[in-house]
């Protein structure tokens, strides 16, 4: 994008959350090398922060404020770049505001800097990552019959969007996985993608919403609350009931995975096939032939993470579904790999987000051999006020976890890590729980 260094030139910007996944230094990076004036704030302190700031070293001018946010930090700046999950009622937003200076999140700036460029946002509680990844793989697979460059950005780990300015040209494209704390940056510029889907919408994130699912709902329906009428809005039949055609003034188009049920697609679930036939349905409207998507769908192999086939060990197979955050998410992959030998030891448990585990309990007493759970809030709620009915025990660490299933599977058996609730606790992040997990499993000879 030609001069996009004169777009932050001396801006006095105020970052609110470097974190350690690699977002918040891929932007603080990118606006220092543009010439900004930047203050970084994030309530971890130095030592919690040392990988992140090891990246930044060669910025002497960065202020940092850590271990604390001030609210002279929130006053006389041109511009507050807010990390997602940033409270609704953050005190130093409201103060932002008060003064009149614009808060903007990395993909919604990117956006509102690069207005040329054509976006497609995935959003849903599930099946964003999967969807988001099948629509690049297949874009990127034909750049050249859409005589365009393909990017990926969003809320995919350690990508930052920003710095994509330095790349992008007029009419490229960017597809980009939406969460909802990214799509309050849409709201706050009145942006939505110009090919915008939404998968599915379930409980989650209760305990930052405080159990308000209108406004959690509120939050996802930027993806296409300001689309024109020439955008286009993709759902599966399930999103009927909570997107009316009155709510929207693109073109509404519904998907179903009758559509691809024939096509060879290596990975498990009724609920990825959805997610394939959304990500199909991008492509479609973008006209790339069948043959095209064909080709490239029959060679995926699917997203680490996202009910993984790991590991063949002795005869037992190790599913690593470490992105199943929600009682839900990790239903389906139960769903996706049971049979009639109730044959699945599954690892869950961790740190409670506040949601209906009814279900949840039903399915695992009905369809796992044992369960090997987790310590944290959530398997506390779990243990204290549900049945399981199975074999089931809380171990020490996540060694000890896998230990215990590998010692109670045989030949033919299945080991699902699928958690089921938030990583805090334990982990950092379910990256640093994914990565662990990982670690363990590859170490087994």
């Not at 179903?256 to 498990?268: A, G, P, Q, S």
């Amino acid at each position: 994008m030609q001069n996009y260094k004169q777009q932050f030139k001396g801006k006095k910007i105020t970052i609110m959350g470097l974190g350690l996944l690699g977002r918040g230094i891929g932007y603080t990076k990118f606006l220092a090398e543009c010439g900004a004036d930047l203050i970084v704030t994030d309530l971890k302190k130095n030592e919690k922060l040392t990988t992140s700031l090891k990246a930044l070293e060669k910025f002497p001018d960065i202020k940092f404020v850590l271990g604390e946010h001030r609210l002279e930090d929130f006053r006389g700046r041109d511009m507050i770049m807010k990390a997602a999950g940033v409270p609704l009622d953050s005190i130093y937003i409201k103060e932002a505001k008060k003064n009149n200076i614009p808060v903007e999140m990395d993909v919604s700036l990117f956006a509102k800097t690069a207005p040329s460029i054509m976006i497609i946002g995935v959003t849903g509680t599930r099946g964003k990552s999967m969807t988001t990844t099948l629509i690049y793989e297949i874009l990127k697979a034909n750049e050249k019959f859409l005589k365009k460059n393909v990017y990926i950005g969003g809320n995919l780990r350690g990508v930052a969007t920003l710095p994509l300015l330095k790349k992008v040209k007029d009419g490229d494209i960017l597809v980009c996985e939406l969460d909802s704390w990214q799509l309050q940056g849409f709201g706050e510029a009145k942006l939505s993608p110009h090919i915008s889907v939404f998968t599915t919408f379930m409980p989650d994130h209760m305990n930052y919403y405080k159990d308000d699912m209108d406004k959690y709902f509120g939050d996802k329906t930027n993806i296409f609350k300001f689309q024109k009428k020439d955008d286009t809005l993709i759902i599966l039949p399930d999103m009927k009931k909570w997107i009316k055609k009155e709510y929207i003034n693109s073109k509404l188009i519904v998907v179903d995975k009758k559509n691809v049920d024939t096509w060879k697609f290596n990975v498990k679930g009724d609920h990825h096939r959805n997610n394939l036939a959304c990500a199909v349905k991008v492509a479609e409207v973008l006209g790339i032939p069948e043959a095209k998507i064909k080709k490239v769908v029959s060679k995926f192999e699917g997203l680490e993470g996202r009910l993984q086939l790991l590991k063949t060990y002795k005869g037992i197979k190790i599913y690593n579904d470490n992105n199943a955050t929600t009682p839900e998410a990790t239903i389906a992959g139960i769903e996706a790999l049971k049979s009639k030998k109730k044959n699945i030891i599954l690892i869950c448990g961790g740190a409670d987000k506040g949601l209906s585990l009814e279900n949840f309990v039903k399915i695992v007493n009905e369809n796992c051999k044992s369960v090997v759970m987790i310590p944290g809030t959530g398997t506390n709620r779990l243990n204290s006020n549900y049945e399981i009915q199975i074999k089931n025990e809380v171990g020490r660490d996540l060694n000890d976890i896998v230990k215990s299933a590998l010692a109670e599977a045989k030949k033919g058996d299945i080991i699902l890590f699928s958690p089921a609730f938030a990583s805090f606790g334990m982990f950092n992040n379910e990256y640093e729980r994914n990565d662990l997990f990982m670690k363990i499993i590859k170490k087994l000879k």
